[in-house]
């Protein structure tokens, strides 16, 4: 599965190579550019199968993601499990259900996202879910680029890669100068 992932990612372009800023503002040689997946329907419901077959049996209600990329991935998850499709934008230092989307106390949510760097786009939504009386079921992604970051519910990747990632003070492209790029600006 994670090798027809990887292979999806090359083929759409999508794993770009230079010196990037991520939307967690750490840097890195590697960024997967997965709205060049996104665009195409047919490789984003292959993997968002993936997903919505291990939530499967979960009774799962309610999809959450993190705008912008985890809308598309939380529209369909939902799509495929039958359940509802929410979005949490940025809000101060965290995530809210804006637009009219609301939980209902108890609503069993699981909350995806398309690449996984540091958790906090997923703790946010987390959060979010929480506050509105909502029930994380559990959390899957497209690409797990984190390193092991933990959550308290079952946790799903469809692809897990290790890609070093900097802080900007000790980013060895920086000290080299290597011009840095911010291909998604992260202000969703």
Same mark, same amino acid.
């Given at each position: ?7 999806? =990612? ?6 770009? #190579? /230079? ?15 997965? =709205? ?6 047919? %490789?984003?419901?292959? *993997? ?6 291990? =939530? ?5 209600? @309610? !999809? ?10 939380? =529209?369909? !998850?939902? $799509?495929? %499990? /039958? ?6 934008? +940025?809000?101060? #230092?965290? $995530?809210?259900?804006? $637009?009219?989307?609301? *939980?209902?106390?108890?609503? +069993?949510?699981?909350?995806? &996202? &398309? ?7 997923? %703790? ?12 994380? @079921?559990?959390? /899957? !992604? %497209?690409? &797990? ?6 959550? &308290? ?6 692809? #897990? ?18 011009? *840095?790029?911010?291909?998604?600006? /992260? $202000?969703?």
């Amino acid at each position: 599965m994670s090798a027809e992932v990887e292979k999806i =990612f090359r083929e759409a372009g999508a794993i770009l #190579e /230079g010196h990037f800023e991520l939307a967690s503002g750490l840097h890195s040689a590697t960024y997967w550019e997965k =709205f060049r997946v996104l665009q195409h329907p047919h %490789l984003t419901q292959r *993997l968002c199968q993936m997903i919505a077959q291990r =939530f499967q049996g979960e009774g799962v209600q @309610v !999809v959450a993601g993190p705008s912008l990329g985890g809308i598309i991935v939380a =529209f369909e !998850v939902a $799509r495929q %499990l /039958g359940a509802n499709s929410i979005m949490a934008e +940025r809000e101060g #230092e965290g $995530r809210a259900f804006r $637009r009219g989307f609301i *939980l209902t106390p108890g609503e +069993r949510v699981l909350i995806v &996202d &398309d690449v996984l760097t540091t958790g906090t786009s997923v %703790l946010q939504v987390m959060k979010a879910v929480r506050n509105y009386g909502g029930e994380p @079921v559990g959390v /899957g !992604v %497209l690409v &797990d680029r984190s390193g092991g970051v933990k959550f &308290d519910v079952p946790f799903f990747s469809c692809h #897990e890669v290790s890609v070093p990632s900097y802080t900007p003070e000790e980013c060895p492209l920086c000290a080299r100068g290597v011009a *840095l790029t911010k291909p998604g600006s /992260g $202000r969703s």
